[in-house]
């Protein structure tokens, strides 16, 4: 029989995912906390709906990122708006914004320390947002496999879409977010590190229920 997750319904428990664009971080944590029976958060999705407030043309402007990033309501996260690739790109140059990055920290801590446990996705969880997190996770794949399956899914979209420019915007989505001066994309120290270029989904899940029950079990 499967080993359950067992834990205190009064403790939090965080679990931390992170990891570059496409790596399958957030297909991974859905899957965990559905599996788990614990709330989730696609962190993510909190600066892309900031970078869609603002748009194109108010993306410099600092100020009113970081109102758009106070003011923020749960309810945007559910736009599907949200996962197209031109959000994805203004989400990375709000995530570059202090201010941004400082209004966010609150809702995901508070979020983080749910009774009972939760699971968050995004890329300075583990090494940011919740450092003393319990259980951390770092998902990975290399560059030219996250745009082979970016590449994918964005042709089931539209059939328009060019391999090298979804290639090319990766790469600048990762240099962006791990040059930024606030909590870069980093792999915290004690994390257990999954590599999905040669991983299938079935093996990652497999691989990072053990290591949370595992981790569970030790916390308890
Ligand atoms: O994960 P996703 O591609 O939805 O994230 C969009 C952008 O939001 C990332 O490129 C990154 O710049 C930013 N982000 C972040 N910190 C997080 C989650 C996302 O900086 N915790």
Redesign the pocket.
């Known amino acids: 029989m499967t080993q359950r997750f067992d834990w205190p319904a009064d403790r939090p428990f965080t679990i931390a995912i992170?990891?570059?664009?496409?790596s399958g971080?957030?297909t991974i944590g859905a899957r965990l906390a559905a599996d788990l029976e614990l709330p989730f958060l696609?962190?993510?999705?909190?600066?892309?709906a900031v970078?869609k407030a603002v748009g194109e043309t108010r993306i410099e402007d600092a100020a009113a990122a970081a109102r758009a990033a106070r003011s923020l309501d749960p309810t945007a996260l559910d736009d599907p708006a949200?996962?197209n690739e031109t959000?994805?790109?203004l989400?990375?140059?709000?995530?570059?914004m202090p201010e941004v990055?400082q209004a966010?920290l609150a809702w995901?801590r508070d979020f983080a320390a749910r009774p009972g446990g939760a699971v968050?996705?995004?890329?300075?969880?583990g090494s940011?947002?919740c450092p003393a997190a319990p259980c951390k996770i770092f998902i990975t794949a290399t560059v030219e496999a996250r745009a082979a399956r970016r590449f994918e899914q964005l042709r089931a979209l539209d059939d328009g879409v060019i391999h090298s420019a979804v290639l090319a915007e990766l790469r600048r989505?990762d240099a962006?977010?791990a040059a930024?001066a606030i909590?870069p994309?980093v792999t915290p120290d004690d994390a257990l590190v999954l590599d999905t270029t040669s991983l299938d989904v079935a093996a990652t899940l497999e691989a990072a229920r053990g290591f949370i029950l595992e981790r569970a079990a030790r916390c308890r």
């Open positions: 992170d990891g570059p664009a496409s971080k957030s696609d962190t993510g999705l909190l600066y892309r970078g949200l996962h959000v994805g790109a989400a990375s140059r709000v995530a570059v990055r966010l995901q968050l996705v995004g890329r300075d969880i940011h947002v989505r962006r977010d930024r909590a994309l």
